[in-house]
């Protein structure tokens, strides 16, 4: 069954890793301004605070596929139905240049306030929105990061093989449900830029704007110290956030510095979470 406490999970071997010190995941929740419409319906009314959502799918979101082009790193983008359904091209182009395209929901709402059966519909309503763009995701992040019971257990059922928004470990686990096995893709808030830049007063979604180059610092920091634990070191963004140019530099540091350490790999999620699943996996209560 499910460990939803998650003090006892399948440890998977190390092979995961192919040999580097810590993997890297440069990983864009694509939420456009979804999380808006989520908090209020008439925040659509709302033209200026919808514009700060928009600017993600709408310029943020190109600029990060150009750069990961010039640096020639793979990338995993969660996409909400909605904003598949709102902004097409955003998709298209991701899948275009070769990027994986993972599940973020529907409409970007919590699950841990919805019922069982509105879970589910947010599962199926996501995957359809996603597959009319001819993406079809083995990978699901919940919004907010706050899953729940009936969404990770209903996982597998739609052919999702990874989920990642739990924060129980720093390297990945196998998780087993009533639908199957799950790889766990673990997260931290300290490497999610939300935490960093967003300054949104109404609703009140944060009142942080960073400098760059100290958020490239934290990050990087984050990643030498996984080098020695032998981490996934999980970078992730938002297109509305790190699209903005001066903190797309910060990610390019980031990237920069992985590069110079020689033991760093980088990967897409679903590369992460089918060596996982072939792994080797013994229970463990201990970290």
């Keep these: ?37 989520a908090e209020d319906a008439h925040y659509e009314h709302h033209l200026s605070t919808m514009s700060h959502g928009a600017y993600g799918p709408k310029v943020g979101i190109f600029r990060i596929i150009e750069m990961l082009a010039r640096r020639e790193k793979p990338a995993t983008f969660f996409f909400p139905g ?21 599940l973020h929901g529907y409409t970007h709402r919590s699950p841990v306030y919805n019922t069982p059966e509105v879970q589910v519909e947010e599962l199926e309503r996501g995957l359809g929105a996603l597959a009319e763009h001819g993406a079809k995701p083995i990978g699901y992040r919940a919004p907010m990061w706050s899953t729940a019971r009936t969404t990770m257990e209903s996982l597998g059922k739609y052919g999702l093989a990874y989920d990642s928004s739990m924060f129980d470990d720093d390297r990945p686990y196998v998780l087993e449900t009533p639908s199957g096995r799950i790889a766990e893709l673990p997260i931290h808030w300290a490497l999610d830029d939300w935490e960093q830049y967003i300054y949104v007063p109404d609703p009140d979604f944060g009142h942080i704007i960073n400098r760059p180059s100290q958020v490239a610092e934290l990050w990087i920091e984050e990643l030498d110290a996984m080098r020695e634990t032998n981490s996934l070191c999980i970078l992730t963004c938002h297109p509305f956030a790190s699209g903005r140019p001066s903190r797309l530099r910060a990610i390019e540091r980031f990237i920069e510095f992985a590069e110079s350490c020689g033991d760093v790999a980088f990967s897409r999620a679903d590369a992460v979470a089918e060596a996982v699943l072939a792994s080797r996996v013994t229970s463990s209560v201990d970290p």
Excluded: C
């Design 1 to 37: 069954m499910l460990d939803v406490n998650a003090t006892q999970h399948f440890v998977a071997d190390d092979k995961w890793r192919g040999g580097n010190a810590a993997v890297a995941l440069l990983t864009f929740d694509v939420d456009g301004d979804t999380p808006l419409l």
């Design 82 to 102: 909605l904003t598949a359904e709102r902004y097409p091209r955003s998709i298209e182009a991701v899948l275009e240049a070769g990027h994986e395209v993972a």
